[in-house]
C-alpha cells in the first residue's frame, strides 16, 4: 500500500497570509494526488485534482502542484472561511489513502 | 442535484453489528465507484471499503478486512457497508462517497453528511 505523509500537522497563519502544505507519498503517484478541505461537522468537499486542476467552484486562490512523490497545496491571500484541515490522497492505485492532515488555524 | 444520505449509525456494543446505508439521488450509483470513508474522533480521515461500477472489484481497509461487506442495490440507488465484529476503534463518523473516474484520475466528488456510529458498552 501506497503510505502518504503531511507537513506540517498543524500551521498558525493570519488572514491575508500564503500557505503551503506538503504531502509525500512513499512511492510515485504520478499527478494521481489529490486534495480535500475538511471542516468540523461538515463532510470533506475536493479542492484539487490530478495534482494540479482546481475543482470547479474553488477559489482560484488554492493551487495545487507535484507530481511523483512530492505535491504542495497553496492557498494565497487565506480567508477566514479557509481554516480548515487538508488532506491529500493518493488515487494511483487501491486502496486510495490520504495523508494524515494538516491542520490550518487562525493566528 | 447529486445528493448522498447516509443512515443507520447509532450505538452498538462491542462485538455487535451494523448496517450502514447511503442512497444515492441525482445519478445512478451503479453507474460510479462507491466508497466509504470513515472520521474517527479528532483523527484523520480514512478510506473504508469501495466498490466499483462494475461490481466486479471490492477493497476493503486492512484494519477491517474480514468485518466489512459493502454492496449495493441497484433498484434502490443504494450502497450499504455491513460492519461485524465492531470495537471501540471503530467508533467514527462513516461517509459515504462518490468516485469520478476520469483520464486524470480518480476522486471523491461528492459526499453525504455522514453517520456517527458509537461502539460502547
Known amino acids: 500500500d501506497i503510505q502518504m505523509t503531511q507537513s506540517p500537522s498543524f500551521l498558525s497563519a493570519s488572514v491575508g497570509d500564503r500557505v503551503t502544505i506538503s504531502c509525500r507519498a512513499s512511492r510515485s503517484v504520478s499527478t494521481f494526488l489529490n486534495w480535500y478541505q475538511k471542516k468540523p461537522g461538515k463532510a470533506p468537499d475536493v479542492l484539487i485534482y490530478a495534482a494540479s486542476t482546481l475543482q470547479d467552484g474553488v477559489p482560484s486562490r488554492f493551487s495545487g502542484s507535484g507530481s511523483g512523490t512530492d505535491f504542495t497545496l497553496t492557498i494565497n491571500n487565506l480567508q477566514p472561511e479557509d481554516f480548515a484541515t487538508y488532506y491529500c490522497q493518493q488515487s494511483y492505485n487501491m486502496p486510495f489513502s490520504f495523508g494524515p492532515g494538516t491542520k490550518v488555524e487562525i493566528k | 442535484e447529486v445528493q448522498l444520505v447516509e443512515s443507520g449509525g447509532g450505538l452498538v456494543k462491542p462485538g455487535g453489528a451494523l448496517r450502514l446505508s447511503c442512497a444515492a439521488s441525482?445519478?445512478?450509483?451503479?453507474?460510479?465507484?462507491m466508497n466509504w470513508v470513515r472520521q474517527a474522533p479528532g483523527k484523520g480521515l480514512e478510506w473504508v471499503a469501495s466498490i466499483l461500477s462494475d461490481d466486479q472489484y471490492i477493497y476493503y481497509t486492512d484494519s477491517m478486512k474480514g468485518r466489512l461487506t459493502i454492496s449495493r442495490d441497484n433498484a434502490k440507488n443504494s450502497v450499504y457497508l455491513h460492519m461485524d465484529r465492531l470495537t471501540p476503534e471503530d467508533t467514527a463518523v462513516y461517509y459515504c462517497?462518490?468516485?469520478?473516474?476520469?483520464?486524470?484520475?480518480?476522486?471523491?466528488?461528492?459526499w453525504g453528511q455522514g453517520t456517527l456510529v458509537i461502539v460502547s458498552s
Open positions: 462517497a462518490r468516485k469520478l473516474d476520469t483520464a486524470l484520475g480518480d476522486w471523491f466528488d461528492s
Open positions: 441525482g445519478f445512478f450509483s451503479s453507474e460510479y465507484g
